[in-house]
């Protein structure tokens, strides 16, 4: 999704700055920019008195073109639509930059909500969608944040020099202000006990192991069925610290922009008879980045641990010395049940639930169907889409029920998620009436009745879509 607007900060100590208008629209914009350093001047032939105590200079008179000439930016906020809109054209054909208070129309940028923590500024905006969600999302931070993290920013400062003389490369001194923000340093300046925390950051500063490694290190991080806001908190951590990322296909892009921006990213994706790198390349490339210092996410969909070929990779990892450590993700059957409503397990329906795979290693799994015919719970196929046909008629062969309620799910939690129920026997011509390419998992059992019918898409013909 592409951005409304994009987020800068614009430095305005000593900029001129014009505001037109005298009444309290005026005002609460010049108390926000006089806060910068600008040299504010104000034109309205009634101002009021606050406002003409911010300015620089107050000309008491009607607005001209010529008024917005050699500013940096200009705010339109009067009494009267017409004569805002004047002021825009004029800053426009001037090239200046021009807002005016809820008129995105005739705006070139939008003021954000700001959270003040000198010199640190955290700025929020809805691109004009919605202020009063906005200045709630602010109040919330606010309550939030540490009030100290403007003075605690300034310490910091103070030694960035120091650091940087002693640390070489960029990543030695991320990691060493990583440590330093996350550790006792920040908890004890916060806490008021600056004296301790001043000590610590010198002791850290001429200690040169302090916030390093040995050596790299891989994490294993399930990035669940598509939906990022199902990403642990665990998970968004690690992204954030990662130097390295190599992720799957199943992975959608929106949790790629969890990933720290300055972090390598490698694509490894699979799909059917096509690889871009073999699983011995992909364990040799995890081996080779932790080698080398790196901390390196191995991003999957779902879970690491299933179907995700993660026991594989620790394996590799572990037999060349490099530390690995697992974070699930919540895994497509349990996601893409939430998701329609359909629960893998019911006092009434199904007392437990069986995973498979539909893809094995040589093709056709080896799957004991006559035991999972038997079973008297749900069953969810994973991959198992191109082979539905051969699943449903293998389990019919077993003994499975021909009328076994079954559903085809397919992108579970994303946005264009498509549930599909019907029969066993109707799964092959479901899928291909649906036109579904995948990802996709198959549900099979008497829970599949309690699928929201809302979620249900039924496209095809009444005799391929069985009730269920």
């Known amino acids: 999704m592409a951005l409304r607007g994009f987020p800068v900060t614009l430095p305005l100590e000593g900029q001129k700055v014009l505001v037109t208008g005298g009444g309290e629209p005026a005002l609460r914009k010049a108390r926000l920019v006089a806060r910068a350093g600008c040299r504010l001047t104000v034109v309205a032939p009634v101002i009021h008195p606050d406002l003409a105590a911010l300015a620089a200079q107050c000309h008491y008179r009607d607005f001209t073109a010529a008024d917005v000439e050699n500013h940096r930016l200009v705010f339109a906020a009067g009494d009267d639509p017409a004569a805002d809109e004047a002021v825009s054209a004029a800053a426009r054909a001037a090239g200046v930059l021009v807002n005016v208070p809820d008129r995105p129309a005739l705006s070139d940028f939008i003021m954000p909500a700001i959270i003040d923590r000198e010199p640190i500024t955290i700025a929020i905006s809805s691109g004009g969608a919605s202020p009063v969600l906005v200045r709630r999302l602010r109040e919330r931070l606010e309550a939030a944040l540490e009030p100290g993290l403007g003075r605690l920013a300034l310490l910091l400062d103070g030694f960035r020099g120091a650091v940087k003389a002693v640390r070489a490369g960029e990543t030695a001194r991320r990691r060493f202000w990583e440590a330093v923000v996350d550790g006792p340093v920040a908890r004890d300046f916060l806490a008021g006990r600056e004296k301790a925390a001043r000590e610590g950051l010198l002791a850290a500063v001429n200690n040169p192991a302090y916030g390093q490694q040995a050596g790299g290190r891989v994490a294993l991080v399930g990035a669940g069925p598509g939906d990022p806001d199902l990403l642990t908190l665990r ?70 641990f299933l179907f995700g070929r993660g026991g594989e990779e620790v394996q590799a990892l572990r037999a060349a010395g490099i530390p690995v450590e697992v974070v699930p993700g919540i895994t497509a059957a349990l996601g893409c049940g939430a998701s329609t409503t359909i629960p893998v397990t019911h006092r009434d329906h199904a007392n437990g639930v069986t995973f498979v795979t539909g893809h094995g290693k040589d093709g056709e799994p080896d799957l004991d169907w006559a035991a999972l015919a038997r079973l008297r719970h749900t069953l969810v196929v994973y991959m198992g889409l191109t082979a539905v046909d051969s699943i449903a008629a293998r389990l019919m062969e077993a003994g499975m029920p021909a009328d076994m309620p079954a559903a085809l799910v397919e992108k579970g939690t994303r946005p264009d998620q498509k549930l599909v129920t019907g029969t066993l026997d109707t799964l092959g011509p479901l899928a291909r009436a649906h036109g579904l390419k995948g990802p996709a998992i198959i549900i099979i059992g008497e829970v599949v009745r309690l699928a929201d019918p809302a979620l249900i898409t039924t496209l095809v013909p009444a005799h391929l879509r069985e009730a269920v």
């Not at 992204?239 to 990322?245: E, F, I, K, S, T």
């Not at 008879?273 to 081996?287: E, P, W």
């Open 235 to 304: 998970a968004l951590r690690v992204l954030q610290d990662a130097d390295v990322v190599v992720h799957d296909k199943l992975v959608d892009e929106r949790i790629m922009d969890y990933v720290r921006r300055d972090a390598r990213r490698h694509y490894v994706g699979k799909s059917k008879s096509h690889h871009t790198m073999s699983q011995q390349a992909i364990n040799q490339l995890l081996v080779a980045e932790a080698a080398a210092g790196h901390r390196v996410v191995r991003l999957k969909g779902g879970d690491p």
